[in-house]
C-alpha cells in the first residue's frame, strides 16, 4: 500500500514501500579489515523519567542488538557517542553498559572495545589531576571487563587544557600505564561542539601533528586511531603518517566506502556509528572485499552513503535519533523511545526521509513490519493520506 511521506515543505509524497528484503547471511569471519559497529542502547519505555534523569535502559534489548552485529561478525565499539555517551547516558550508566556488555561479549564469542572518558566530571572546571584520575577510573573498570580500550576525547580534557603540553601530559600518563594496545578516538565539534580546539590548537593542522607526537611517543600502547572529522583527504594524509603497526579505523559517516576500500598505499579499518543500522550489509561488503573484489564492495557500500549522509546532517550529533528510529523499524526493539528523550531530537521529514532511503536500500528484515510501525507514526503526527 501506498505510504504518503511528508517533504520539508511541508506537502506529501506517495511512496511505495519495497515488500522484499536484501536478507544478508552471516558468513566468516573478516580477513580483511578490522570492523567495529557503534551501538546505540534501547530506553526503557516503561520508565517514569524526565530527560535529566539518569538513562533507564531495557538490558535485555540492549545486549539482543549487540548480539546481532555479532552474529554477523562485527565487532562492538561500547559505550561511545552512539551510545549517547553525554547525551542521556552518564558514566554510571555507560561503566554498567561496559560491565554487562563485555560479559555477553565473552559468552557470545564476540570482539567488543568500550569507550574510556572523564564525564563523571559534572562539577564544573576540572584540573588536570582530577582529569587523568577520571580516565583512570574509567579504564580500571574497562580493562577488569576484559575489553579493549578506546580512549575518548574529554570535554574536561578540552575545557582545562593550556596547550598541546597538556594533552601530551595526560595521553603519556595513561598510555604508560593501559596493560593492552588501545584505540585513540579523535572526535571532531561537528559531533560534539565541546571538544572545539582539541589537541591544544584551533588547527586541524596543528592538532594532527600533536595527535601524532602522542603515537610517537608511544607506538607500543597504541593500536590504532578513530579519527572522526568527516574529512576524507585528512584521514588519508593522517594514515600514512602513523608509525608501522599502527591501525588508522575510519569514523568517517561520509567517505566510509572509499577509506576502507584504501588506495595503493594503504586503507582504514572501520569503527563507525553508521554500521549500527547497516551491520548486515556492511558485514556482507566487508566479506567481498576480503576475495580482492573491490569494485563488489563498493557496489554493494556506495549505495548507502545517501542514508548515512541524510542521519549524519548538521546537527551531526542528532544522528543517533535516526540510528535508534531505523532499530525500531527494523524490529529490533519494540518501541521509539530514547534516553533523554532524544527521540524528539529530528523532525517527522527527515524521518521520513530515513524511512524511504533505509527501505529502499532492503535494511528491514520485515518491510511489511516497518510500514506498519511507519504507517503508525504518520498517524500519530496526524499525516493522513
Sequence with gaps: MTLHLPGANGTLRAYEPRTEPLAPTPGAPFTSRTVFSAAHVVADPYADTT??????????????????????????????????????????GAAELIRRSAAEAKAAGGRIACGVGTDQLTDGPATLAEVRAAYEEQLAVVEESGAQAILMASRALAATARGPEDYLEVYGHLLRQTTEPVILHWLGPMFDPALAGYWGASGLDAATDTFLDVIAAHPDKVDGIKVSLLDARREVDLRRRLPKGVRCYTGDDF???????????????????????????AA????????????GFRALLDPTVELSRHLFQTPTRFYKTGVVFLAWLAGHQT???????LQSARSLPHLARAYELADRLGLFPDPKLAEDRMRTLLHLYGVTP
Design 51 to 92: 530527560p535529566d534523569s539518569p538513562a533507564a535502559v531495557d538490558w535485555d534489548a540492549t545486549l539482543a542488538f549487540r548480539r546481532h552485529l555479532w552474529a554477523h561478525g562485527l565487532g562492538v565499539a561500547e559505550a561511545m557517542d552512539t551510545a549517547q555517551r553525554g547525551m542521556g547516558l552518564d558514566w554510571a
Design 255 to 281: 567517505h566510509y566506502p572509499e577509506l576502507i576500500a584504501g588506495d595503493e598505499q594503504g586503507f582504514s579499518h572501520a569503527l563507525l556509528g553508521i554500521f549500527d543500522p547497516l551491520g548486515p550489509l
Design 284 to 295: 556482507e561488503a566487508v566479506r567481498v572485499l576480503d576475495t580482492g573484489d573491490t569494485d
Design 335 to 341: 518501541h521509539f523511545t530514547m534516553v533523554g528523550g
